[in-house]
């Protein structure tokens, strides 16, 4: 049977109700320009009806309603999406180290300008042309000098700038090592929390919101997996093994390996010493770079450097300089190493301080004969012996190489940025805070709330007249 004070139950439990989620509604007010905030809604549940069901009794009119509750404060999240952005930023943050990579390299080469490799190999070319028409000239044999010396800064300051950035991403890669553990371990932290708060049948929105937010900033580092279990709690792994396990986050740790001239810091499971697999994210694509397209570009620029010298050694030594000596090498390679060609490349010493001693004549006793600078001028338009294109475009083919595999990064970015921008949109109207929505939701619990209280007035008044008026009469 229905208690006097029922009404006065029903209209406290819908003021309760109302309150909690105005309180909601200023929480997500306040959170709105919180980029790692989820809109939160208080979900309204009716109470239980009276009387209870029971054995031997089924009332004929029905149940009758207690009020409302708040049964649970959720926050609105897409985990499909969220899922496919984490996984949009590994490829984007990949192709982005890449692409920021890539157009350094572009910028050591600084190709096409007056400044770059290949203008330097034009105008010792130039030079050489002179010097076929006046051969017995020391000024003539200076300039091309002087235009040797250019070249051979151009190439080594290229090479020196390539090797720079490698050793900067070598150093880079524990310090992205140092965010990652820290992050794991952050994780493994709120992890710990939210199975605490989850175990007493609250949702932890808050705590849940800031590791996702480590979540996502984890993802643009490496590629990661996440699996969440009953308790709230997320399991992430890299390439199968895992990093964060409930409250247990499990480190990473660099170690020195030999590389071609230097010592490659590669990244391992510190508990294991197993190699870590990346195949995605800011860190993968940092290795790419530093492993295969920055080595790949000083590989080159030293086989270039190589070859060239090979070859205008081999016909400068068949011509003779002002003394009737046959030529000597006119480039060297420093303390004789010619495996690291471009970062070793020299003008001989011999022929920097004694210019005589080009060979530009092509015999013995012939004054003013500049046959042989012709020869070497004709390298640029003559490919070198068993080659099928010249020096200067086996030169624009490196150039040529490098543009195609910047603009493929580029695009890549591109692609990626737009994919990752729909799905930042699908993750805003689900989760972001509308302040138009939230005005509305405020008016509408504002009068849910004073209609409650007029309920509650009206029940008190009901209350009055039983209490005060009733049974008066004949008094």
């Given at each position: 049977?229905?208690?006097?004070?029922?009404?006065?139950?029903?209209?406290?439990?819908?003021?309760?109700?109302?309150?909690?989620?105005?309180d909601v509604t200023g929480?997500?007010?306040?959170?709105?320009?919180?980029?790692?905030?989820?809109?939160?809604?208080?979900?309204?549940?009716?109470?239980?009806?009276?009387?209870?069901?029971?054995?031997?009794?089924?009332?004929?009119?029905?149940?009758?309603?207690?009020?409302?509750?708040?049964?649970?404060?959720v926050r609105m999240r897409?985990?499909?999406?969220?899922?496919?952005?984490?996984?949009?930023?590994?490829?984007?943050?990949?192709?982005?180290?890449?692409?920021?990579?890539?157009?350094?390299?572009?910028?050591?080469?600084?190709?096409?300008?007056?400044?770059?490799?290949?203008?330097?190999?034009?105008?010792?070319?130039?030079?050489?042309?002179?010097?076929?028409?006046?051969?017995?000239?020391?000024?003539?044999?200076?300039?091309?000098?002087?235009?040797?010396?250019?070249?051979?800064?151009?190439?080594?300051?290229?090479?020196?700038?390539?090797?720079?950035?490698?050793?900067?991403?070598?150093?880079?890669?524990?310090?992205?090592?140092?965010?990652?553990?820290?992050?794991?371990?952050?994780?493994?932290?709120?992890?710990?929390?939210?199975?605490?708060?989850?175990?007493?049948?609250?949702?932890?929105?808050?705590?849940?919101?800031?590791?996702?937010?480590?979540?996502?900033?984890?993802?643009?580092?490496?590629?990661?997996?996440?699996?969440?279990?009953?308790?709230?709690?997320?399991?992430?792994?890299?390439?199968?093994?895992?990093?964060?396990?409930?409250?247990?986050?499990?480190?990473?740790?660099?170690?020195?390996?030999?590389?071609?001239?230097?010592?490659?810091?590669?990244?391992?499971?510190?508990?294991?010493?197993?190699?870590?697999?990346?195949?995605?994210?800011?860190?993968?694509?940092?290795?790419?770079?530093?492993?295969?397209?920055?080595?790949?570009?000083?590989?080159?620029?030293?086989?270039?450097?190589?070859?060239?010298?090979?070859?205008?050694?081999?016909?400068?030594?068949?011509?003779?300089?002002?003394?009737?000596?046959?030529?000597?090498?006119?480039?060297?390679?420093?303390?004789?190493?010619?495996?690291?060609?471009?970062?070793?490349?020299?003008?001989?010493?011999?022929?920097?301080?004694?210019?005589s001693k080009i060979a530009?004549?092509?015999?013995?006793?012939?004054?003013?004969?500049?046959?042989?600078?012709?020869?070497?001028?004709?390298?640029?338009?003559?490919?070198?012996?068993?080659?099928?294109?010249?020096?200067?475009?086996?030169?624009?083919?490196?150039?040529?190489?490098?543009?195609?595999?910047?603009?493929?990064?580029?695009?890549?970015?591109?692609?990626?940025?737009?994919?990752?921008?729909?799905?930042?949109?699908?993750?805003?109207?689900?989760?972001?805070?509308?302040?138009?929505?939230?005005?509305?939701?405020?008016?509408?619990?504002?009068?849910?709330?004073?209609?409650?209280?007029?309920?509650?007035?009206?029940?008190?008044?009901?209350?009055?007249?039983?209490?005060?008026?009733?049974?008066?009469?004949?008094?």
């Amino acid at each position: 049977m229905r208690t006097t004070f029922s009404g006065i139950s029903i209209a406290l439990r819908a003021l309760q109700a109302q309150q909690k989620s105005l309180d909601v509604t200023g929480h997500n007010v306040a959170n709105v320009n919180n980029s790692a905030y989820s809109r939160q809604s208080a979900v309204h549940s009716a109470t239980k009806p009276y009387p209870t069901p029971m054995m031997g009794y089924t009332p004929s009119n029905g149940q009758l309603g207690t009020g409302v509750e708040i049964s649970q404060i959720v926050r609105m999240r897409d985990q499909f999406v969220e899922t496919r952005l984490r996984q949009q930023n590994h490829s984007l943050s990949y192709w982005e180290s890449l692409r920021d990579g890539l157009q350094q390299v572009e910028l050591f080469f600084n190709e096409p300008s007056e400044s770059g490799i290949h203008s330097a190999l034009d105008q010792l070319w130039d030079s050489l042309q002179d010097l076929s028409g006046d051969a017995d000239l020391l000024s003539v044999r200076e300039v091309v000098v002087q235009r040797a010396e250019v070249l051979v800064e151009a190439v080594r300051n290229t090479r020196q700038q390539l090797q720079k950035l490698r050793s900067d991403l070598n150093t880079n890669i524990p310090v992205r090592v140092g965010e990652i553990n820290y992050l794991a371990a952050q994780i493994a932290d709120l992890n710990n929390q939210i199975g605490k708060v989850s175990a007493t049948g609250s949702h932890p929105n808050d705590l849940m919101d800031t590791r996702d937010a480590l979540l996502e900033e984890l993802s643009k580092i490496v590629d990661i997996e996440v699996v969440q279990d009953h308790a709230n709690m997320v399991g992430v792994t890299i390439g199968g093994a895992s990093l964060v396990h409930r409250s247990t986050s499990y480190a990473l740790d660099t170690m020195k390996t030999a590389g071609p001239g230097y010592d490659k810091m590669e990244v391992y499971w510190a508990a294991t010493g197993t190699e870590v697999d990346f195949q995605s994210g800011e860190l993968a694509g940092m290795k790419r770079l530093r492993d295969y397209e920055v080595q790949d570009f000083i590989d080159t620029i030293d086989n270039w450097t190589r070859e060239f010298a090979a070859e205008f050694n081999r016909i400068h030594g068949e011509g003779y300089d002002l003394e009737n000596n046959r030529g000597v090498d006119f480039f060297v390679f420093s303390n004789d190493d010619s495996e690291f060609a471009a970062l070793n490349i020299i003008v001989n010493p011999e022929i920097a301080k004694d210019p005589s001693k080009i060979a530009a004549s092509s015999t013995e006793d012939a004054v003013g004969n500049g046959e042989n600078a012709l020869a070497l001028a004709r390298l640029r338009n003559t490919p070198p012996k068993n080659a099928e294109i010249t020096i200067g475009e086996s030169f624009n083919a490196i150039i040529s190489r490098l543009g195609v595999t910047t603009q493929k990064a580029i695009k890549m970015v591109e692609t990626d940025e737009v994919l990752a921008g729909h799905l930042v949109n699908l993750r805003e109207s689900v989760s972001g805070v509308n302040l138009d929505e939230e005005m509305a939701n405020m008016i509408r619990f504002q009068h849910a709330y004073n209609a409650a209280a007029r309920m509650m007035t009206a029940v008190d008044e009901s209350l009055d007249v039983i209490i005060n008026r009733l049974g008066i009469v004949g008094r």
